[in-house]
């Protein structure tokens, strides 16, 4: 989510209004290691949803890299990055997240 919201900062900056950071960065840097996060934050929950001893987890799989999706294709549009906003004005985003939310918590505690 940092690196989305540094990437958008960058492409958005005007050179009176630019944080100092943001000269060490290039768009394709942040760009590579945002996809890299994303395929990362995928394995790693794919693994614990498979190793957890509630058989029904791994079925959460598809609609968490589905969520993750959707976040970066919001990213690259026009946002300025704000997870907060990002999720505010994609209804999609947002009712995806909320179906994640309620089945892992009906995966976890009613299984």
Not at 18 to 45: G, H, I, P, Q, W
């Amino acid at each position: 989510m940092g690196l989305g919201k540094r990437r958008n900062e960058l492409q958005k900056q005007s050179d009176s209004d630019t944080r100092e950071v943001l000269k060490y960065y290039s768009e394709t840097f942040l760009d590579k290691n945002m996809y890299v996060c994303v395929a990362l934050v995928d394995v790693f929950y794919a693994l614990w949803s498979i190793e957890i001893a509630n058989s029904y987890m791994k079925w959460t799989v598809p609609v968490f890299i589905i969520i993750m999706m959707r976040y970066s294709y919001d990213i690259e549009g026009h946002s300025d990055g704000d997870p907060v906003e990002v999720l505010a004005q994609d209804r999609l985003l947002l009712l995806l997240s909320a179906a994640y939310a309620i089945g892992i918590t009906v995966l976890l505690y009613c299984f």
